[in-house]
């Protein structure tokens, strides 16, 4: 196969997988659904992720945390050193991305998979926990780049993330993003120095 091919087939793999795990939830979603959705036939799945859907829920995991991470770090974080200001515009973000269904929300793949995965295996168990912490440190690192001490920022990151993250899950649910929009009260609470 031709190098660029093979990782496009590759990558539109992963694509329909998250985007069709971030509607439906690993096990709502069949190999087949993913293939006849990608356009690939079984044998070229099975060249790219021998070991079936278990590895395709793994690097989608990473796939999707990529992702996420690229997004908060080219399109969030710089927009500010104030953590306020930063999660804030995490939470609008999100809200917008939500209203005007511009793709599925990343962190939801993530959500889905990391619920899933203790059922799923010991291998997906151990890729979502790998995801959260870095997801965790990311929000972390941030806190401390906007002048939190390292302890501060190690105990309120995983506040943030639950808090964000927890809000977008609600208003996925309910089709409603007004309280995400609405967060700012909250996330000034819990930063305030």
């Known amino acids: 196969m031709n190098q660029e091919k093979t990782s496009e087939k590759r990558l539109r793999i992963l694509k329909s997988a998250a985007n069709l795990i971030a509607q439906k939830g690993y096990y ?3 190999l087949k659904e993913i293939l006849d959705t990608c356009g690939i036939p079984k044998g070229s799945f099975y060249y790219f992720f021998p070991d079936g859907k278990n590895q395709l829920g793994v690097e989608v995991l990473n796939y999707a945390y990529e992702r996420m991470e690229k997004g908060i770090l080219t399109s969030i974080f ?3 050193d104030n953590a306020v200001e ?10 917008d991305m939500l209203t005007n269904n511009k793709g599925y929300a990343t962190s939801l793949v993530i959500t889905f998979i990391g ?3 203790s059922d799923i295996s010991a291998e997906m168990e151990a890729a979502a926990k790998q995801v959260y912490i870095r997801w965790i440190r990311l929000y972390q690192d941030k806190l401390t780049a906007c002048g939190y001490s390292e302890e501060k920022a190690a105990n309120l990151a995983p506040q943030i993330c639950a808090l964000i993250h927890g809000m977008t899950l609600s208003c ?7 309280e995400l929009s609405a967060l700012e009260p909250a996330i000034r609470a819990l930063l305030e120095k």
């Open 78 to 80: 710089p927009v500010s």
């Open 28 to 30: 709502g979603v069949g």
């Open 172 to 178: 996925w649910i309910r089709k409603d993003t007004s």
């Open 86 to 95: 930063v999660f804030v515009k995490m939470a609008h973000h999100i809200a």
């Open 115 to 117: 619920i899933e995965a």
